[in-house]
């Protein structure tokens, strides 16, 4: 059974920046690419970032994309997610999710193609 257990979230002010931690057991989390998602109150859950399980590549929603940075110590079996120049809009709850393919070619953007999630840590940016 694979966990995952976020870390990082809290209040931080428009322009301040946080840094998101997702500790991984359970399986060989360097197989597996990563992923960052988000949900604010009363919208769906959405595809945040991504990162492939060898750490080579990162992938950005364009709403994140040079602000957000998405890395990986596979060695620590940690995921990270280092957040600047936070927006209003940033303000969600941030979960971290395992892809279920092994060691996949096509880093992948939707819920259902991970398997296990963690149960999310709260960013709020006030203004």
């Known amino acids: 059974q694979v966990q995952l257990v976020e870390s990082g979230g809290g209040l931080v002010q428009v322009g301040g920046s946080l840094r998101l931690s997702c500790a991984a057991s359970g399986r060989t989390f360097s197989n597996y690419a990563m992923g960052w998602f988000r949900q604010a109150p009363g919208k769906e859950r959405e595809w945040v970032a991504a990162?492939?399980?060898?750490?080579?590549?990162?992938y950005y929603a364009d709403s994140v994309k040079g602000r957000f940075t998405i890395s990986r110590d596979n060695a620590k079996n940690t995921l990270y997610l280092q957040m600047t120049s936070l927006k209003p809009e940033d303000t969600a709850v941030y979960y971290c999710a395992a892809d279920r393919v092994y060691r996949r070619i096509a880093v992948v953007s939707t819920t259902r193609d991970y398997d296990y999630w963690g149960q999310g840590t709260q960013v709020t940016v006030s203004s």
């Open positions: 990162v492939s399980w060898g750490g080579f590549n990162t």
